[in-house]
Structures are given as structure tokens and as C-alpha cells.
């Protein structure tokens, strides 16, 4: 069904193109009709968004309902805001989350009412118990995923939307699984808040830190010392408090964060993983000698004592230099127990990676030979590296040269070429170089790829002025681009040249669009009857559902939603013409929301940076 999202994705991202304008003005009059035109827009857009919401409640899946509902709170928020609270509360509630305060009373409650029905440990567990545990974890990561939208707006709006909406474990294993700890969760909330709010942040982290030490509280530690450095001293020492509490032998990252805690009060030196890297900007903790000695006393007493020290040793070198000033009698001890470890590990790990230094000293060509001897994932991460380095390096010509005399495997030796085109595509967009592009076109062995810089180009040499050049390129692209989508490649392909027309021959670009339009809603009516054979996951109860994997509405609006923008801007009613022309109802309104997604969130960026 790959092809159905392509389709639908397609439909909805034709809405993104943005006609050009030609009528030159003077400054004056410009910026007095921008004001005017602003303001228009700005109500036209807020009553197409009334007209959302009120159409959200046609929708047959709660699931839909609740997507509209929280996109649309989001954007009424700079403009009403206890309005978009109760927005958010209505999209909370279609999501039919059961209700339960106290889920350990409940489980407590259900276990006991259910021991019939509770499987042995041995037992395998019946179907309709796999089907109840899913729909439990499935029910957690959408409330999970909503609650993290509206932390972006109020994190403790969040937190009483988490503590009101706790689902209950299904009674028919109630009792025979744990509640899902949501301490990282609160965590995760607490992360938002910083931004925002580092003292609340703060107050968020402390109540959640008082249920368990977790992943989260260091990466939300970090965060907030870098806004606030106070603060973030202040959570450390809570978490210190809490490390001398807790039993390195039971806590698998116990250790790991007293090193993490170390590490970010230095200003250099080398750094696990998770911690800020030496050479960016960041503030370090601000730890006193006290609670540095304390941290080494218990990375040192959990490295000579804990049962399983391996972790521990084999990361300790981190933090030696805090052992030896602190505590110089334990460092000779521990260097001897590492040595001692060593001899057990086998000479891969004992050495580690022998490449990872070819990551700061090789040359590209060193890095292709040295790939060969590697499995995929390395080999593909060796290929990457050395193709950033040969064009960063001003050597691309001479690089794929090598690439086609010394890659043997004909797929890997495609692989690389394709890696290449794209950087030096990437890299002479970024220059603004068409004279690189233009040379770089008959290189280019993938049609969709070559379609695409075309369509970078033709923008280009408009911007240049070269206007009939730019229109030839593109009538030469439109010309290899299939308009009969397969796959990913095929709908960019398509979009980036109809995109290019809308800012070189507008006219071309709205005489692509219309029956494009209408050519997918008879596709969809006939994709939408086969998944009644053929179940893609795509439909439920005959209805499409908006937020799902295969159709990344929000991640493509990112890159074409200036698009939008321009769009609606040059002609609001035209362009909402374009989301009614959908035939689908859920398609109508997801079009319309992300037209005022777009117009909403670029005037509200707009006002943040003229408030800075």
C-alpha cells in the first residue's frame, strides 16, 4: 500500500505551492498594505480554523478528532488562550482514555476479583490477553505523544492532564503486570518547561526525582543548567542526595550518573555518552568540592564492591582524573582491577574499535578501503563520512573518480555515487553556486535526484533573473518526472517541480495541481475499496486515519509550509478552494488545518522575534 500513502500525502502537500509576485511597489506603500494584509489574513485564517474545529466533531474516529482538536488548540493559543485549554481537555477526552486516579488501589482491587482469571508465569498468555496487553501500551504512547504537544504550550497543564487520564491495566491481566512507570514521562514534561520556565522546571524535576532516579532526569539536568545555572546546581545536588541513597549493586545507572555528574562540572577532558562534548558551549555544573568527593567515593566504593564491575571499570577512565585528585589511595587499586579486566576481554574489546580514530585523521579514499572490512551499518557510516570530507574538502571530482575505479560492488559503488550527488547538491544549494549545479546535472545517474536539483536550479537562475533559462530547465524536469507515483522518490521528485513553477511560471504550477487533485480522489476511492481485501492500517472504520507513520503530515509541512504561506497570502480564498476541492471529509479538514497551520504559526513567529 506503499502507493496509497504516497497518494495521500501527495494530495495533501499540493496545497503548499506558492504563486509568484511581480508587482513591484514602493517601501511606503509596502509596508502600509502589509499591515492591512496581515491583519486580513490573520482573521480570514482564525475563521477558517473555527470552521475546523467545528467540523472535528463529524469525524467518526476519536483518534482524528483528537489529532484536530490538539492541532487546533495549539494554534488558537497565542490568540485565545483559555479557549485553547479547553480545546485541549476536549482532545484529551476523545482519546477515551479510561479514568484512574489511583491505579494501584485499582490494579490492587482487580487482581483480587480476577485470580481465576490470572495466567500462571508458566502459562502462555491467551490471545485475548496479548490483544488487552497491546491495546494498554498502544493507549500509553498516544496519551504519551499528546501530552508532549501540550507541554509546549503549559507543562503543568500537561502534568494535571497526566495525573487525571492514568489508563488502569486491563482486568484481565491486572495483577500479573506493573503499572508503566511514569516518572520518565514527568521528566520528559519537566524537559519542556525549561524553556519556559526553569524554576518551575525545576519543581517539576524535584517531585519527579522523589519517585526514582531515571534516563531523564540527567538529559533535563544538563538542559537546565545551561538556562539556568542555579538551577541546575540546585538539581544536582538533589540528585546527588539521591545517588548516596541508592544501591549501586541494584541501580544500573546509578554509576553512570555520578560519572555524568562529574564530567559536567569540568570544562574539557573526555566525556561518556549523553554528556556535552568538550569542545561546545556549555556551562558546567557548578559542584563544590564536597560533592565531588562524595561523587568519587561512590563510583570508587561501587567499582571495588559492586558484584558486577564491568560497567563500571570499563568506564571509569572518564572520571580518573576526579579519582586521582580526590582520592589518589583508591587509584593505583582501580587501575590494577581495569588491567585485571582487561585480560578477560577478548582483543576486540580489550583494543575497541580500531577505526574510530580514522573518523578524525583519515582521507576519504582511506575510509572507502578501510570500509570493505567493515559490516553494513559501518561500512554505510564510513561512506557517509568520507563523502562529506572529500566535498567539504573541495576534492569531489577527483573523489568520484576514485569511487568508480576502486568500489568493484556495483550496488555499493551506486550507494556512494548517490551519497555524493546529494552532498554536492546540498553543499552548492547552501552557496547559492548554479554554475556548481549546472555542471553537477549530467552526474547525476538517479532520475528522481536529477529532477530535483533541476528544480533547485531553475530557483536559482529566476532569483538571478535568467527567467527563460529557469523555465526550460523546468519544462526539461517536468518531463522525467512521473506523475504516476510509486514511491517517496518519485512524490519529492514531483513536488520539487511543482514547487520550482510556482515561484518561476505560476501558471504551469496551478495547472499541475487541480487535476492532480482530482486525479487522487478517484485514486483513493479505489485504494479505499481495495483495503477492504488488502489491510493497509491506513483506514479504520471506512475513515483515514490523519496521524500515522506512512503520511508524515507534520514533518513535511516543516519544508514546504513557507509554501503555504505564500500561498494563502497571495490568494487566501483560492488557495482554501484547492483544500475543499478534496473529496474525502477528513481530507478536507486536515488540508484546511495545515493551510492555517502554516499562516498561524509563521505570524506568531514573526511576533516572537519582534518582541526579542
Not at 484529551?92 to 486516579?101: E, F, Q, T, V
Amino acid at each position: 500500500m506503499l502507493r496509497m500513502f504516497s497518494l495521500l500525502l501527495l494530495l495533501i502537500l499540493t496545497l503548499v505551492l506558492p504563486p509568484h509576485l511581480n508587482a513591484q511597489v514602493d517601501e511606503k506603500e509596502k509596508a502600509e498594505k502589509e499591515l492591512a494584509k496581515r491583519q486580513e489574513l490573520e482573521k480570514k485564517t482564525l475563521g477558517l480554523l473555527d470552521e475546523v474545529i467545528g467540523a472535528a466533531w463529524s469525524l467518526k474516529l476519536s483518534e482524528n478528532r483528537s489529532y484536530v482538536l490538539t492541532k487546533a488548540a495549539d494554534l488558537m493559543w497565542p490568540h485565545d488562550e483559555k479557549r485553547a485549554r479547553n480545546l485541549y481537555w476536549e482532545a484529551l477526552n476523545s482519546l477515551n482514555l479510561p479514568n484512574n486516579r489511583t491505579p494501584d488501589a485499582t490494579v490492587a482491587k482487580d487482581s483480587s476479583a480476577n485470580d481465576s482469571a490470572k495466567p500462571s508465569p508458566t502459562k502462555t498468555p491467551t490471545k485475548e490477553q496479548v490483544q488487552a496487553l497491546n491495546q494498554y501500551y498502544a493507549t500509553l504512547q498516544r496519551r504519551r505523544e499528546f501530552l508532549h504537544k501540550v507541554a509546549q504550550r503549559d507543562p503543568q497543564l500537561a502534568l494535571d492532564m497526566l495525573h487525571a487520564s492514568r489508563p488502569p491495566l486491563p482486568r484481565l491481566i491486572a495483577g500479573t503486570v506493573r503499572p508503566v512507570d511514569e516518572t520518565d514521562l514527568e521528566q520528559e514534561i519537566a524537559y519542556e518547561a525549561v524553556a519556559r520556565d526553569p524554576k518551575h522546571a525545576l519543581q517539576i524535576a524535584r517531585e519527579s526525582l522523589a519517585k526514582g532516579l531515571s534516563l531523564q532526569i540527567m538529559n533535563l539536568l544538563f538542559q537546565l543548567n545551561q538556562k539556568d545555572q542555579d538551577a541546575g546546581t540546585e538539581l544536582a545536588g538533589d540528585i546527588i542526595a539521591k545517588l548516596n541513597t541508592e544501591n549501586f549493586d541494584k541501580s544500573g545507572y546509578a554509576s553512570m550518573a555520578a560519572m555524568q555528574l562529574l564530567e559536567s562540572s569540568r570544562t574539557g577532558g573526555s566525556f561518556l555518552v549523553g554528556t556535552p562534548s568538550p569542545g561546545s558551549s556549555f556551562k558546567p555544573l557548578k559542584l563544590d568540592d564536597e560533592q565531588k568527593q562524595n561523587l568519587v567515593d561512590m563510583i570508587v566504593n561501587a567499582a571495588l564492591s559492586v558484584t558486577d564491575r564491568g560497567n563500571i571499570l570499563q568506564n571509569i577512565r572518564f572520571v580518573m582524573p576526579d579519582i586521582e585528585q580526590y582520592a589518589p589511595d583508591q587509584a593505583a587499586k582501580l587501575k590494577a582491577r581495569l588491567a585485571e579486566l582487561n585480560r578477560t576481554l577478548d582483543r576486540n574489546q580489550r583494543e575497541g574499535n580500531p577505526y574510530d580514530s580514522m573518523f578524525e585523521t583519515a582521507t576519504p579514499e582511506d575510509m572507502v578501503r578501510a570500509a570493505d572490512k567493515l559490516g553494513d551499518d559501518q561500512r554505510n557510516a564510513f561512506y557517509r563520512e568520507a563523502v562529506t570530507r572529500a566535498v567539504m574538502r573541495g576534492r569531489s571530482d577527483e573523489f568520484r573518480e576514485f569511487i568508480n575505479n576502486q568500489i568493484r560492488d556495483d550496488a555499493r559503488k551506486k550507494t556512494v555515487l548517490d551519497s555524493l550527488d546529494a552532498e554536492q547538491i546540498y553543499h552548492a544549494l547552501n552557496a547559492g553556486n548554479s554554475e556548481e549545479l549546472q555542471k553537477l546535472l549530467p552526474l547525476i545517474s538517479a532520475r528522481e535526484q536529477r529532477a530535483m536539483a533541476m528544480a533547485e536550479l531553475a530557483i536559482l537562475l529566476e532569483k538571478k533573473g535568467e527567467h527563460d533559462d529557469a523555465v526550460k530547465l523546468l519544462d526539461d524536469a517536468r518531463a522525467i518526472v512521473k506523475v504516476d507515483l510509486a514511491n517517496t522518490k518519485e512524490s519529492n521528485a514531483l513536488l520539487a517541480v511543482m514547487l520550482g513553477y510556482s515561484l518561476v511560471a505560476p501558471p504551469k504550477a496551478f495547472a499541475m495541481i487541480e487535476p492532480i487533485i482530482d486525479r487522487t480522489n478517484e485514486d483513493v476511492s479505489n485504494l479505499l475499496l481495495l483495503d477492504k481485501l488488502v489491510k493497509s492500517g491506513a483506514i479504520k472504520n471506512g475513515e483515514i486515519l490523519m496521524n500515522q507513520p506512512q503520511i508524515p503530515l507534520d514533518y513535511a509541512m516543516l519544508q514546504y509550509s513557507p509554501g503555504v504561506v505564500a500561498l494563502g497570502k497571495a490568494d487566501f480564498d483560492r488557495t482554501r478552494a484547492l483544500a475543499d476541492r478534496f473529496q474525502r471529509n477528513e481530507l478536507r479538514i486536515v488540508a484546511r488545518l495545515l493551510l492555517a497551520q502554516a499562516i498561524l504559526r509563521e505570524a506568531e513567529a514573526a511576533a516572537n522575534q519582534s518582541r526579542r
